[in-house]
């Protein structure tokens, strides 16, 4: 049961790590510590997930993981809302937009999986 939990939280931590990356010319590592400031978790928390998953996980590291995941999924749907409400002003709509209808669909179908 403990390497379910172990693949939660590689999982999540490659997706925050994943945000955090800054495109060619930037370290996983400076990724890491950049995570580490934003969120809260050590960098060697994210170190070992990625390169050295332990066998078991902590509960606190575990739940902080979780809840930095969580968040940012809940921000990046934030952001998506807000750009589909400026696209409405502007007069783009599901009747005119592909990429319209697509968004509203992401926002309908999907909740943060955790």
């Known amino acids: 049961m403990s390497d379910a939990y172990v693949a939660d939280a590689r999982r999540w931590a490659g997706a925050l790590l994943q ?3 800054r495109g060619p010319g930037d370290t996983v590592d400076a ?21 050295r998953p332990p066998q078991d996980i902590v509960v606190g ?6 809840a930095a995941y969580e968040a940012e999924c809940e921000r990046q749907e934030a952001r998506l809302r807000h750009e589909l409400m400026l696209a409405r002003e502007v007069g783009l ?3 005119s937009s592909d990429s319209y209808r697509e968004a509203e669909a992401i926002l309908r179908e999907t909740e943060c999986p955790s």
Not at 34 to 51: E, H, K, N, V
Not at 61 to 66: A, I, N
């Open 19 to 21: 945000r955090e990356h």
């Open 31 to 51: 990724a890491m510590w950049r995570a580490q400031q934003r969120w809260g978790i050590d960098r060697g928390t994210f170190w070992s997930l990625r390169y």
């Open 61 to 66: 590291v575990y739940m902080r993981l979780k």
């Open 93 to 95: 709509d599901a009747a």
